[in-house]
């Protein structure tokens, strides 16, 4: 699935990343760990969308999109935590 459809798979990490770095700075209390998952989430999504049989502008400009949407939600979860 990751081969046939890196976008999606790269959306998948991005919702992964999110979530498991709220539910992780709920229960710890500190920005570190979360910061690990969603660094992780961030590599993880360059190194699917990288990877994918698209042009170079095309997977930049998707990586790009991909990582902008993770810095408002990272920057959301912060505000409201």
């Not at 990751?2 to 979530?19: D, K, M, N, R, Y």
């Not at 969308?49 to 991909?66: D, E, K, M």
Request: no cysteine; proline share 5%.
């Amino acid at each position: 699935m990751v081969t046939e459809f890196p976008i999606l798979a790269g959306i998948i990490a991005l919702i992964v990343s999110l979530v498991v770095g709220a539910i992780e700075l709920d229960a710890v209390k500190s920005k570190v760990p979360p910061a690990v998952t969603w660094l992780t989430g961030a590599g993880a999504i360059i190194a699917l969308v990288g990877s994918a049989p698209y042009s170079a502008i095309l997977r930049l400009l998707v990586i790009l999109a991909l990582l902008g949407v993770l810095g408002a939600g990272i920057r959301w979860t912060l505000k409201n935590a």
